[in-house]
């Protein structure tokens, strides 16, 4: 990308940094997202419920000291790929999985922790997404990161 000033190209090679520490942590959840979405199209009611408890009872077990010691820079960049490759915010799945009560309290978890989980990712009016696709589409290209499955099909979301 074209950058403003040296602030900006340093922002850059910051996010890049960012990127590389959330981007494998970001596949496995997506990739456990998808798997739970399939896994919950023949399930009604209490019996999907009990699933989505139990799974992420698990799931917090396993990956609970890793998502707590993302910086909130990681925290902002994990929600953002995660819009990029569902067309869902991450409030949105939140909803979907535990309800709205609970997506509203994580909400206000995340604005005290300065993480909008209803922020949406739009390369076309932020410069910090505009970085990171940059950043995905560069290291895809290069062969530094591998690209998720669907990972060329974006397109903005509204």
């Known amino acids: 990308p074209k950058f403003n000033n040296q602030l900006d190209q340093r922002f850059y090679f910051f996010l890049n940094k960012k990127?590389?520490?959330v981007y494998p942590l970001f596949l496995t959840a997506l990739q456990q997202y998808r798997?739970?979405?399939k896994e919950m199209q023949n399930m009604e009611g209490s019996a999907k419920r009990k699933y989505i408890k139990d799974r992420q009872n698990m799931l917090a077990d396993q990956y609970e000291k890793q998502l707590k010691?993302?910086?909130?820079?990681?925290?902002?960049v994990f929600g953002k790929l995660m819009n990029r490759a569902t067309g869902k915010n991450v409030y949105e799945i939140i909803k979907e999985l535990r309800g709205g009560w609970s997506a509203f309290w994580w909400n206000v978890k995340g604005k005290v922790a300065n993480i909008d989980?209803?922020?949406r990712y739009?390369?076309?009016?932020?410069?910090t997404d505009e970085f990171l696709e940059s950043l995905l589409q560069s290291n895809w290209n290069l062969g530094y990161?591998?690209?998720?499955?669907?990972?060329?099909?974006?397109k903005v979301y509204k």
């Open 19 to 21: 990127l590389y520490r």
């Open 35 to 37: 798997d739970i979405q």
């Open 69 to 76: 010691d993302l910086t909130t820079t990681e925290g902002q």
């Open 117 to 119: 989980l209803k922020d």
């Open 122 to 127: 739009n390369p076309a009016t932020s410069r």
């Open 145 to 154: 990161l591998q690209p998720y499955p669907g990972a060329n099909n974006f």
